[in-house]
């Protein structure tokens, strides 16, 4: 989204751990209610069922560990952001949450059966180093699952926000650089990552998500209370241009109105690879 190189300031991890950590109590209310739809299929592509010991990186609010242990799973979570593991531990008191880094996995080789992201790989700076820290504790024969969103050409909200942000605001904001918010959205290079880090028998698979909101303001309450650089983007708009941002957003979200409200398609792709025995 964002590439501008900056003098100073915090970094693009930094600003991640403060946001999540920020907002960690309002994203079962908003996101939340998004994410947690993918995890039935994320499991399943990494093939978690009762006694599999399973990682869950950047676990969040912990609902994919939390479904996991559901399943009978051994399940384990961490995330960087302590306000998230501890949301974690409170709702999932079946699954094992720690604080740690999804680039520096403190488990030794050959630890989990599976492991999963749900989400995660596009708020991390080296994604890179997650995957391959993934295929590093994964027993031979493990499955890898993760899960990202798709571009603004098939996702209606993101299309509606980055829209808007192109008519009336300024994309080149200010912000450290980071990686593309969409490149884990191509299919290919999805392939290519896990390919390169060392798994096989790579799966790609496209779920239709959908967001169902009561009011048109959900969509920005969604952006300000549970995302972090898509709200940074905005925050740094003149007050001006951002007036416009959120008219058209809320106008957008208008065209989306359904039977008891507004139904917006969120899609995303799950994909997997296996660690070769």
């Known amino acids: 989204m964002v590439t501008a190189n900056v003098p100073s300031g915090p970094t693009f991890k930094q600003q991640e751990l403060a946001g999540w950590d920020a907002k960690a109590n309002a994203y079962d209310d908003y996101a939340g209610k998004i994410t947690t739809q993918i995890a039935g299929p994320l499991l399943d592509a990494a093939g978690v069922r009762p006694r599999t010991r399973v990682l869950d990186v950047a676990c969040g609010p912990g609902h994919l560990a939390g479904v996991a ?4 799973a051994n399940a384990v979570g961490i995330d960087f952001a302590p306000s998230m593991v501890g949301e974690a531990k409170k709702d999932f008191p079946a699954a094992d949450f720690r604080h740690g880094d999804a680039e520096a996995l403190q488990f ?14 596009g708020h991390f700076p080296e994604p890179d180093k997650a995957i391959s820290e993934a ?6 024969g493990g499955r890898y699952a993760f899960s990202w969103w798709c571009s603004p050409d098939k996702h209606e909200f993101f299309a509606l926000v980055f829209g808007a942000l192109k008519a009336h605001g300024n994309l080149e904001v200010s912000l450290p ?3 593309p918010i969409f490149r884990f959205s191509d299919p290919a290079e999805c392939k290519r990552a896990l390919l390169s880090a060392g798994f096989t028998d790579i799966e790609v698979r496209e779920h239709p998500l959908t967001y169902e909101l009561q009011s048109p303001q959900q969509a920005l309450d969604l952006i300000y209370k549970s995302s972090v650089r898509m709200a940074m983007v905005l925050e ?9 941002i959120h008219e058209a957003i809320l106008n957008g979200v208008q065209a989306h109105k ?12 799950v994909v997997s690879g296996k660690k070769p025995s």
């Open 236 to 244: 740094l708009q003149t007050k001006e241009a951002l007036g416009r």
């Open 135 to 140: 295929h590093r504790v994964l027993r031979p």
């Open 69 to 72: 242990a559901g399943r009978g």
């Open 177 to 179: 650089p980071a990686p």
């Open 258 to 269: 359904s039977k008891g409200g507004f139904r917006i398609g969120w899609p995303a792709i």
């Open 108 to 121: 030794d080789p050959d630890s989990f059966d599976a492991v999963v992201c749900g989400f995660g790989l």
